[in-house]
T-cell receptor, first 113, second 111 residues
Framework: EAQVTQNPRYLITVTGKKLTVTCSQN?????MSWYRQDPGLGLRQIYY???????DKGDVPEGYKVSRKEKRNFPLILESPSPNQTSLYFC????????????FGPGTRLTVL | GDSVTQMEGPVTLSEEAFLTINCTYT??????LFWYVQYPGEGLQLLLK?????DKGSNKGFEATYRKETTSFHLEKGSVQVSDSAVYFC??????????FGKGTKLSVKP
């Protein structure tokens, strides 16, 4: 089954404790991206990747890091989480570019205390 | 820059009512336009899209027509069901090769 998976689905952590949210897709997609969803703000892109070893900032990259060492995986790293990063996070992938149909993961709800 | 404005919700309708969710956009060039839907507890999924002016996207009884003259892409459905309750996002393909989303409209359909 074609899908995007994220782990964990739910995470409660404390300020400053490094965490990683994993994302994996099995569709051989080149383009992957991370979004955060906040009430009243919709979805905002954090980072994206056009292909292996190619990543770039989206609209709200501060406080986040990503890597793309393999085509299928695109982890999101919060090296020193803060309460304003409490949000619902989605990973997405698409065939070649961000303007192709994007396939979304189920989401990770993060709470930073 | 490119942006999407969609009507604020929540929108509450009775089953079998007519649905319209307005969406207008600002963009350079000729973007593709999309409607994504997010059911409770799930990620977004593509509902329909249109890639050029006057195109009509349709799926599951939903329709939207790409209107270049009014820079709009309103979502319509003739008869909503309880199972249509979800958050609907309008989006466009940005000039930098990304998707730009509206803030979302929550639809609740009552039996």
């Amino acid at each position: 089954e074609a899908q995007v998976t994220q782990n964990p689905r739910y995470l409660i952590t404390v300020t400053g404790k490094k965490l990683t949210v994993t994302c994996s897709q099995n569709m051989n997609h080149e383009y992957m991206s991370w979004y955060r969803q906040d009430p009243g703000l919709g979805l905002r892109q954090i980072y994206y990747s056009m292909n292996v070893e190619v990543t770039d900032k989206g609209d709200v990259p501060e406080g986040y890091k990503v890597s793309r060492k393999e085509k299928r995986n695109f982890p999101l790293i919060l090296e020193s989480p803060s309460p304003n990063q409490t949000s619902l996070y989605f990973c997405a992938s698409s065939s070649r570019s961000g303007t192709d149909t994007q396939y979304f993961g189920p989401g990770t709800r993060l709470t930073v205390l | 820059g490119d942006s999407v404005t969609q009507m604020e919700g929540p929108v509450t309708l009775s089953e079998e009512a007519f649905l319209t969710i307005n969406c207008t956009y600002t963009a350079t060039g000729y973007p593709s336009l999309f409607w994504y839907v997010q059911y409770p507890g799930e990620g977004l999924q593509l509902l329909l899209k249109a890639t050029k002016a006057d195109d009509k996207g349709s799926n599951k009884g939903f329709e939207a027509t790409y209107r270049k003259e009014t820079t709009s892409f309103h979502l319509e459905k003739g008869s909503v069901q309880v199972s249509d309750s979800a958050v609907y996002f309008c989006a466009l393909s940005g000039s930098q090769g990304n998707l730009i989303f509206g803030k979302g409209t929550k639809l609740s359909v009552k039996p």
